[in-house]
């Protein structure tokens, strides 16, 4: 079982920068491959980024590539997504996904564990 934690939302312009993090405690947190979706209300809950269990690899949603960075810290358990240049339909609640497994994952059905979600609102 692992617990996940995500914090670092608000409210922020556009054009803005927000890093969001993801605490994990419980299963060994490198043994993981890690995810971050996102979600308008309304609407389905959609891939953001992923990163493998090691850090090594990472892969990205076309809307926020050159935009959007993540990261992982495994000794301190923690995942990261550090967001630059935001834009208002970047606003969504933002959560972290955890999967048993070593190489990224995109899909939504993938993922094993979730956190309980950070809100990102980017104003015009």
């Known amino acids: 079982q692992v617990q996940l934690v995500e914090s670092g939302g608000g409210l922020v312009q556009a054009g803005g920068s927000l890093r969001l993090s993801c605490a994990a405690s419980?299963?060994?947190?490198?043994?993981?491959?890690m995810g971050w979706f996102r979600q308008v209300r309304g609407k389905e809950r959609e891939f953001v980024a992923a990163?493998?269990?090691?850090?090594?690899?990472?892969s990205y949603a076309d809307s926020v590539k050159g935009r959007f960075t993540i990261s992982r810290d495994n000794p301190e358990n923690t995942l990261y997504l550090q967001m630059h240049s935001l834009k208002p339909e970047d606003t969504a609640v933002y959560y972290c996904?955890?999967?048993?497994?070593?190489?990224?994952?995109?899909?939504?059905?993938?993922?094993?564990?979730w956190g309980q979600g950070t809100q990102v609102t980017v104003s015009s």
């Open positions: 996904a955890a999967i048993n497994t070593a190489s990224i994952a995109r899909g939504i059905r993938e993922y094993d564990y």
């Open positions: 419980g299963r060994t947190f490198s043994w993981y491959a």
């Open positions: 990163i493998s269990w090691s850090g090594g690899s990472t």
